[in-house]
């Protein structure tokens, strides 16, 4: 193995070894800060660019093992293609190393063209752990490449173990990734692969892993001009990256990783929810809305079967009364008074007065008959039965 490759691509039976990606530094080492220049505007690249989408093999004994992508073959090996960077300013060193980072663009308030953010930390206050700190006021945000042609995959910034970082992905089933090789004398070989692929005598490959140089900017407040949106590096938390074939056109280096109806990153556009808040709100609305509806449903049916069960009982103790109210009536007075008579009758034969007592309880139950009430007055022309 050539001493130029760094320590992240020993192999382990012909397999090149990735970097292990880590939420927090596993050293104390510290970089020293290189200003790679301003970042303030974005450039659209010629049309050589498109060889910083190879992904070089990470060695002649793997079979599409990996690819690091933004490469150049210097002697047999891979170096970090400085031309795939953003334009820097006079007098910066070159990288010695592949994929060992190069430095950060100062200030930098947009991402290069065909990346997006991916990532961010502000001063004293967290976040992606840099490969260079940051310094009082200054915010920093990780570009990282947009998908393009590999697909469904995203690019996600990580660090290694020597706090060196870049972003990752892997290219699953239908990318078509451009593999390519250094020959001796310093030519690329390419081949296009898509996934899954079978190589002769081997098996079936149906994920590559990517490795690209991360491209970290930073700025502080001042920076931002008059009538700018201020980059909004919160919206950069999120690691989920837009699938874009031909780049991004990114006004901020700290937008949500959503892409618009054209295909654009609005990198600037930080005024509105990120995604995720926007689909939780929205989930949130429906859910309620659906318990309302489910609530009215069961208040109506609830409803509906006490009126069944009032229906199917008969009627109430109301209709009963109105129905007691309306039915003939029995004078029992007259049974009485008859019963009264017959017996006083039968007790003044026994002494001898019937007669008289007669003649006086028939005049006594006249006066009373004409005595009594009569039919109301609008029922006074209707015959009484």
Not at 178 to 201: F, G, R, V
Not at 249 to 278: C, R
Request: proline share 9%.
């Amino acid at each position: 193995m050539s001493p130029h490759r760094p320590a992240s691509t020993l192999t382990q039976q012909g397999r090149p070894v990735a970097p292990r990606a880590t939420t927090e530094p596993p050293t104390t080492k510290l970089y020293p800060r290189s200003n790679l220049g301003p970042l303030t505007a974005q450039s659209v690249p010629s049309e050589q660019h498109s060889s910083c989408r190879y992904a070089f093999q990470t060695c002649e004994k793997c079979v599409l093992g990996g690819g690091w992508e933004a490469q150049r073959c210097s002697r047999d090996i891979t170096l970090d293609n400085t031309a795939c960077w953003p334009e820097t300013k006079g007098g910066v060193t070159v990288p010695t190393h592949a994929l060992s980072g190069w430095g950060m663009y100062s200030p930098g308030i947009v991402c290069p063209w065909g990346f997006t953010s991916a990532a961010e930390a502000t001063y004293g206050r967290g976040g992606f752990p840099f490969q260079y700190p940051l310094t009082s006021d200054e915010m920093a945000v990780a570009c990282c490449p947009t998908p393009g042609s590999l697909g469904g995959g995203d690019f996600v910034p990580i660090q290694g173990l020597d706090r060196v970082q870049t972003c990752r992905m892997l290219a699953r089933s239908g990318a078509v990734v451009t593999m390519a090789s250094c020959s001796a004398s310093d030519q690329i070989s390419l081949t296009t692969l898509t996934l899954p692929y079978t190589p002769p005598a081997f098996y079936p490959i149906s994920v590559i892993e990517i490795w690209v140089p991360l491209i970290q900017v930073v700025w502080r407040s001042s920076d931002v001009p008059p009538g700018m949106t201020a980059p909004n590096g919160e919206h950069a938390l999120q690691t989920t990256l837009p699938g874009n074939a031909s780049g991004t056109t990114d006004s901020g280096p700290a937008s949500s990783n959503t892409s618009s109806a054209d295909g654009s990153d609005n990198m600037g556009n930080a005024g509105g929810l990120p995604t995720g808040a926007q689909v939780g709100i929205g989930i949130s609305v429906g859910i309620v809305g659906l318990t309302l509806i489910l609530a009215a449903w069961y208040l109506c049916a609830v409803w509906y079967r006490r009126r069944a069960a009032q229906t199917t009982t008969g009627p109430s103790s109301h209709s009963e009364i109105e129905e007691l109210d309306t039915s003939p009536r029995t004078d029992y007075r007259d049974d009485v008074a008859e019963v009264e008579a017959t017996g006083i009758a039968q007790l003044d034969d026994d002494h001898g007065h019937g007669a008289g007592r007669h003649d006086w309880h028939k005049g006594h139950m006249a006066s009373d008959a004409r005595n009594r009430p009569g039919p109301p007055a609008e029922l006074a022309g209707q015959q009484v039965s």
